[in-house]
């Protein structure tokens, strides 16, 4: 009896056919789990397994699980530009820089992320008029 078994278990594995019960069907040992799908932050990763008899084991052939993978970069933005500075002189007949800034810190790069790309500062010219009274 136990000889007719194992030539119907074995013909099973072999030939993969779909008559077999589940009895005869084994899972294969876990694969090792993939790497995780993101390279900084949160993601995902798989393993699978193999049935022995194709559509009979049950339960699942993947498993999925929650992954970190180190902290992401943060790049720098440029925060608000702060208001013209005042002309100086206040009138006359000549002429003088406004200027004005901005910071690096909106956010401020982090964990290696880049530095804001172009100038913290920023010019314009202003024309005076003249002083009152003056002809």
């Known amino acids: ?4 078994y194992m030539l119907f278990v074995y013909l099973c594995i072999v030939y993969q056919q779909f008559y077999c019960t589940s009895a005869q069907a084994t899972w294969s040992n876990w ?4 790497s995780c799908s993101v390279t900084c932050g949160s993601g995902t990763r798989t393993r699978k397994r193999t049935c022995s008899v ?3 084991c049950t339960g699942d052939a ?6 970190t993978s180190g902290v992401c970069p943060v790049d720098g933005m440029w925060g608000d530009w702060s208001p013209w500075s005042a002309c100086s002189p206040t009138c006359g007949d000549s002429s003088s820089l406004q ?12 964990d ?21 009274g003056t002809v």
């Open 1 to 4: 009896m136990m000889k007719g």
């Open 31 to 34: 694969s090792n789990w993939e």
């Open 54 to 56: 194709a559509g009979s």
């Open 62 to 67: 993947t498993q999925t699980e929650s992954c």
């Open 99 to 110: 200027t004005r800034s901005r910071n690096c810190d909106n956010p401020a790069p982090s």
């Open 112 to 132: 290696g992320g880049q530095n804001c790309l172009g100038s913290s500062s920023d010019t314009r010219l202003c024309t005076i008029g003249a002083c009152p």
